[in-house]
Structures are given as structure tokens and as C-alpha cells.
């Protein structure tokens, strides 16, 4: 099982970035995945997972109407639109996978559960 995230880099306030986890040696389709963070100086924080059912996503109260999460299930990747990044979106973007928990504000809050991460890919806000 393996995970890595891509897309990182340096945005302005307002800006997009895109992010892209990867995921190899198993079916991404069949688990939750999430997106979390951590930036210097901060504990680890969950922003979105999408489940396996339809519609099954979930976010922190943080991103909330600013990034989406989704699916390409050709490509088995999970991707995290971010929009009108702000200052305090700065951190280190890393995917993980559980292959028991179900999408939703729990898995997100205990993010030490997770079964498999990635490599996490740096993003930046800054005028």
C-alpha cells in the first residue's frame, strides 16, 4: 500500500491550488481516504475525507465551503481542491488511508488510527 500527495507549492492569499493523493497496490475505491495537516509548530489537523458511498465526504469547520474533496476512480486518486487559501491554510498536506473507519468527524479528529500515509507535500500562502 502505498499514498503520495502532490500539488504543493506557493499561492497567494485568495488563490487555488490543487492537490493529487496517489494511491498504489490497492483499490482506493473501497476505503476512506483523508486529507490532513500540520504546520510548524502544530498539532496534526484532519480537513476532508470522502468515504467509499456516494456523497460521503466530510470537513473540518476550518475549510468548510473553501475546498472539496473528490475521486477519479480511473486514475484511483483522491484530490483536494483548495479555493480562497488564506494565511493559515500553510502547512505540510499529507493523504492517509483507513481500511476500517468510515468517513466522517471522527476519523478526522483521530488522525493517529489511520492505517497507511503518504509523503506529505508542502503548501504555502503568502503574499
Known amino acids: 500500500v502505498q499514498l503520495q500527495a502532490s500539488g504543493g507549492g506557493l499561492v497567494q492569499p485568495g488563490g487555488s491550488l490543487r492537490l493529487s493523493c496517489q494511491a498504489r497496490g490497492f483499490n482506493s475505491d473501497y476505503y476512506s481516504i483523508g486529507w490532513f495537516r500540520q504546520a510548524p509548530g502544530k498539532e496534526r489537523e484532519g480537513v476532508a475525507c470522502?468515504?467509499?458511498?456516494?456523497?460521503?465526504?466530510h470537513y473540518s469547520d476550518s475549510v468548510k465551503g473553501r475546498f472539496t474533496i473528490s475521486r477519479d476512480r480511473m486514475k484511483n486518486t483522491v484530490s483536494l481542491q483548495m479555493y480562497s487559501l488564506k494565511l493559515e491554510d500553510t502547512a505540510v498536506y499529507y493523504c492517509a488511508t483507513d481500511f476500517e473507519r468510515h468517513c466522517g468527524d471522527t476519523l478526522l479528529k483521530y488522525s493517529y488510527a489511520m492505517d497507511y500515509w503518504g509523503k506529505g507535500t508542502q503548501v504555502t500562502v503568502s503574499s
Open positions: 470522502i468515504g467509499t458511498g456516494a456523497g460521503n465526504t
